[in-house]
């Protein structure tokens, strides 16, 4: 297929200086592209066409190779399965699509007795070359009249806005500021268009780069350049999109592409152009990187298997920011929420959302107390006692009515709550760390006020169970979290040894089990929170408490200590807690039966937990491996990008964890070894990772 590019002809190379728009390129250098896209898929030439014409600076995809062109290697890809050309476009490549997952519901399906077939979605096929054979192209059975397809584009645009409306920023403004980051994916899509002519029908096919992932972000950054799909399927006039009149339309897009590519670029860099408004507009997006998928490892099927990206993504969403880093993002939310209708000031949401320091600051005032003053503000801020406030945090927040409210999100708020508590502490600690600790009507029922001091509700707490409850809940479990006492339970297999008389495993217990333990011994309790206290305004460690809660000198409180000190208990009902037991109290274990059970369980650990750990994960690799083979695929076939890395990122933990450990042999033979010298990048790893 030949080219004509109505006035574009002996343009020069793509200027990728100041001006962000690369212009046409040169014809032959687009048609050697085609030609290549072509060979290497079966595509027929046309249609290879589509995809070559949007490339900016097509040589730079090409190698020679005898007398030919062929694409270069670092082009291609493969996304589960299926072979994808990446390439640097036009930022006006590529349209959504009626047929994304997250829309289809907005039509009318052809199974129902009631259903509108103007509103049905043409039935999709692979398309068939000349000579019978499948290309990677998407067409429909059967031609579409015009009149239908019209109303098609208007309810996905319609379907389209309101699944956008979700996200909560206009996407538009958003790539307008800062671009496109995310790499849209998209396929050829021959669309056969039925038109009426002359008392009859004609069939006019319009290759078209529909989404198949990315149809919101195609669509906004269309709409930066006064295009929609609409407009691409029924004629595009690129001169009145730059605001010169000319009579000019075409739905060819080697014909309209070239046009506009020049256009742009002269008017972005020309004050008095016309379109000098919407070249500036659409700046950030002048080219984009869009993937393509030209291919399969079978094309049998090809129209429903390309839109498995996009089902796999509405199945199971990839994998977003941490927890940690959610929770605190929702939390600054509505801080802002409260700052924007004037309840807070300004200082005080930055001071809380942790980008300021304290306002209320006094010189010389203890690092507890300073803030003590911030968490109590922040549970406060959450579960307000005002109905109105309650209300106003339900609706930022996307809460149902309070009768509908559960387990998830209670949990939602205190880990909100936790993660940005942690920014004044001396760690970050998994959110999770309250998890359970409050009642499921909490949300219609608790409230917290924020006038009383730590010192005053641990002195109440002598003498009233409620309110070492409430210390424990606000205070407490974050002051053990900060010297890592006590940690979110991940139940890994670190923390189920095989020795259960072990007093220095890694006792696996939910967060309940750790505020009942507390409970169950108040003195001890309170001394500990005291100890605590002071540790953190010396910046030292804590020291180990007795059970009358008297600090023991010359002791570090630590998680496996806690776990002796504070055993994890049944409680189960006994109609009478003041009757004697069978199981009387023995004193804490020495310094020196502490330190033969750490040796013990190192030992284990080196000498079986961890060889057995790879061995099995070793043997399920190659359980994968022969499964793959059978099932004559790849093993990994169906894992996204995203969480490939994640296994890579899993490894390298482990592999520097290994020379920490190697290290930490030659360390622990010396006297005086600092254990946090002893830091496990894994831990760190599972930590970012948590997620809902």
């Keep these: 297929m030949s080219v004509t590019v109505e006035d574009s002809q002996g343009i020069d190379e793509p200027n990728l200086g100041d001006n962000p728009f690369p212009g046409a390129d040169k014809p032959d250098w687009t048609e050697r592209l085609a030609k290549a896209i072509s060979a290497r898929t079966g595509m027929p030439i046309e249609h290879a066409w589509s ?41 006006f490549a590529g349209t959504a699509g009626e047929y994304n997952e997250r829309i289809r519901t907005s039509f009318d399906s052809p199974l129902s007795a009631t259903a509108d077939p103007n509103y049905v979605l043409p039935r999709l096929i ?8 499948r290309a990677p192209v998407l067409t429909t059975a059967d031609p579409v009249d015009m009149d ?36 849209t994916l998209h396929a050829v899509f021959l669309r056969q268009i039925a038109e009426p002519q002359d008392g009859g029908t004609t069939v006019r096919a319009v290759p078209d780069l529909t989404a198949i992932k990315g149809a919101n972000r195609s669509r906004a950054r269309l709409d930066l350049f006064g295009l929609k799909a609409y407009d691409i399927v029924f004629g595009i006039n690129p001169y009145r999109l730059m605001g010169i009149e000319r009579d000019y339309k075409t739905a060819d897009p080697t014909k309209w592409v070239p046009v506009f590519a020049k256009l742009l670029k002269e008017a972005y860099s020309n004050p008095d152009h016309p379109g000098h408004q919407r070249a500036q507009e659409a700046a950030n997006v002048a080219t984009v990187e869009v993937g393509v998928i030209i291919g399969a490892g079978s094309l049998e099927g090809f129209h429903a298997r390309v839109f498995d990206p996009n089902r796999v993504d509405h199945r199971r969403p990839p994998l977003d920011y941490a927890l940690s880093e959610k929770a605190a993002s929702d939390l600054r939310a509505v801080l802002r929420m409260l700052n924007t209708e004037g309840l807070i000031t300004e200082a005080d949401r930055a001071w809380l959302s942790g980008e300021s320091r304290d306002p209320h600051e006094t010189p010389g005032e203890p690092i507890v107390d300073r803030r003590d003053r911030r ?23 996307g809460e149902p009515a309070p009768s509908q409210t559960g387990r998830r999100h209670v949990d939602a708020r205190t880990r909100m709550i936790s993660a940005v508590i942690s920014d004044s502490y001396i760690h970050h600690w998994n959110p999770r760390v309250l998890d359970g600790v409050m009642n499921t009507s909490a949300i219609k029922t608790e409230s917290f006020s924020s006038t009383e001091t730590w010192r005053e509700l641990l002195t109440a707490a002598e003498d009233d169970l409620e309110a070492l409850k409430r210390f424990v809940l606000t205070r407490g479990m974050h002051w053990l979290a900060e010297h890592k006492i006590v940690e979110a339970d991940r139940g890994s297999v670190g923390a189920q040894t095989e020795d259960p008389e072990s007093e220095t495993r890694r006792i696996r217990r939910t967060q309940t089990s750790i505020r009942d333990a507390l409970l169950l011994a108040p003195a001890r309790t309170i001394g500990l929170m005291r100890e605590l206290a002071r540790a953190a305004n010396a910046q030292e460690r804590p020291r180990q408490v007795d059970i009358d809660g008297v600090p023991v000198d010359d002791t570090e409180a630590s998680k496996a200590w806690f776990d002796t000190a504070f055993p994890k208990t049944s409680r189960r009902k006994t109609g009478d807690d003041t009757k004697p037991t069978d199981n009387p109290q023995t004193p804490p274990p020495t310094p020196g039966q502490l330190l033969l059970e750490a040796r013990i ?38 894992e996204m990008t995203d969480q490939l890395k994640l296994y890579n990122e899993a490894l390298a933990a482990m592999k520097k964890d290994q020379k920490t450990l190697a290290a930490a042999l030659s360390v622990l033979q010396q006297p005086g070894a600092d254990p946090s010298d002893f830091e496990s990048a894994s831990d760190e790893f599972l930590t970012r990772q948590v997620d809902e």
């Design 51 to 91: 995809i070559a014409v949007y490339v900016v600076r097509p040589k730079d995809y090409l190698r020679r190779h005898g007398t030919e062109y062929v694409l270069v290697d670092s082009a291609i890809s493969e996304d589960d399965g299926l072979v994808v050309f990446t390439a640097q476009m036009h930022g």
């Design 126 to 133: 692979t398309f068939f070359t000349p000579n019978g054979e």
């Design 148 to 183: 239908r397809q019209a109303l098609l584009f208007e309810r996905m645009e319609t379907a389209l806005t309101e699944a956008d409306g979700e996200r909560g920023y206009r996407l538009r403004d958003d790539i307008a500021i800062f671009g496109q980051k995310e790499t």
């Design 375 to 397: 968490d109590r503000a922040l549970f406060a801020i959450m579960f307000p006692s005002d109905d109105v406030d309650r209300l106003r945090l339900r609706r930022t927040l």
């Design 601 to 638: 369980a190192l030992g284990e650990a080196l000498l079986k937990v961890l060889p057995q750990a790879h061995v099995t994960t070793l043997g399920l690799a190659r359980a994968a491996a022969e499964a793959a083979e059978k099932a004559d695929t790849t093993a990994l076939q169906e």
